[in-house]
Nanobody, 116 residues
Framework: QVQLVESGGGLVQAGGSLKLSCAAS????????MEWYRQAPGKERELVAS???????NYVDSVKGRFTISRDNAKNTVYLQMNGLKPEDTGAYYC??????????WGQGTQVTVSE
């Protein structure tokens, strides 16, 4: 099993920044991709950013140039640096892992609220 714990959410004014963290523990050797999703009230969950073990990160168009996904393998932690936040970035942010066996695991989520 993989356990994922997110942190770093909060309330910020438009234009501000937040950095989310996702700490992974458990059976993590087979993880080959980490992802950040978000879900706004009344909307479907969407993939915001992903980072494979090797290769380049990917982002949804709406956050390109503002968000950066990164990983610290020594700490088994993935980050999402969010700059230039907009009210439409408000939502619950979830970390997810995918492994070579096609298993996926999810964190409990952390709330990000961006005020006008």
């Amino acid at each position: 099993q993989v356990q994922l714990v997110e942190s770093g959410g909060g309330l910020v004014q438009a234009g501000g920044s937040l950095k989310l963290s996702c700490a992974a523990s458990g059976i993590i050797f087979s993880i080959n991709r980490m992802e950040w999703y978000r879900q706004a009230p009344g909307k479907e969950r969407e993939l915001v950013a992903s980072i494979p073990n090797s290769g380049v990160p990917n982002y949804v168009d709406s956050v390109k140039g503002r968000f950066t996904i990164s990983r610290d393998n020594a700490k088994n932690t993935v980050y999402l640096q969010m700059n230039g936040l907009k009210p439409e970035d408000t939502g619950a942010y979830y970390c997810a892992s995918r492994d070579i066996f096609k298993h996926e695991h999810w964190g409990q989520g952390t709330q990000v609220t961006v005020s006008e």
